[in-house]
């Protein structure tokens, strides 16, 4: 399957992807995430009901910014055993549990961007990396993520930079 460019998606197309990713990332968890769950039904709902608005057509309704993407990762993280191992330690802000969440749910720096309209996610990238011991451009910070909630046996993050 080719990677398509999330740039180029549709509002509506970008937020069936993200919500895609967040439902896959908590189908272990069920708690709290009816919400997700309708949220994501009725997106796709219109999705199927309606065909491609053409331009010169009503303007369609729907606004990404309505969905509470903050309040969904937030959920997400709370509900998820590793990154509240992070929240309970209380040394990363909201926006930098937020991304991590987005992260280790599989969604890009681009889709985080493009949901959020935070545009500094280079920066809570850099901030993340420093404060878990990560030198600078040297692993990929999902697969980092990813990886440490796999090896959850480990005392130290520093032990677990993936070679």
Known sequence: MTRQSVSIL????LTLKVLSKLLYAITDNSIN????KD???KVLNASLMQNEVESDSKKDPFNIADIKWERI???IANNNPFLRKFIEANTFSAQELRYMC???CGLSGKEYELITRFKSQYNLSWSIRQKIGMRPKTTNLRKFLQKLSEDSTSESLNNNVPK
């Open 10 to 13: 549709s509002k509506r197309g």
């Open 33 to 36: 995430s009816e919400e997700l």
């Open 39 to 41: 949220i994501h039904q």
């Open 73 to 75: 990762l937030d959920a």
């Open 102 to 104: 987005a992260m280790f």
